[in-house]
């Protein structure tokens, strides 16, 4: 039995999942050096949890940021999607 060729869809999706990884870590490691710029120490990046991902965990004196990295192309874009409530209850501390 042969596999079947993949179709130029599958091919041209892949491409695009592979050109958005690529850009997702680059806005991460920006994200990570600004962080450093402002004196956070970076404890880890793309960390799994059983609640998601986190892009980046860093630390600056006793405040420890959990960081969600966001990339737009332009500034307009980056305002039309945000963390949304539903992202943020899951990561709010619990009491």
Known sequence: MTTPEPSIRTTARQVRGALARRSGRRAEAWAALWLMAKGYRILGF??????????LLAQKGRVLAVV????????????????????????????
């Not at 793309?46 to 892009?55: A, M, Q, V, W, Y």
């Not at 949304?84 to 990561?91: D, F």
């Open 46 to 55: 793309r960390l799994r949890t059983r609640l998601g991902e986190i892009d």
């Open 68 to 95: 969600e990295v966001k990339s737009r192309t332009t500034l307009e874009r980056s305002e039309e999607r945000r963390v949304g409530k539903e992202c943020r209850s899951r990561w709010s501390p619990v009491p």
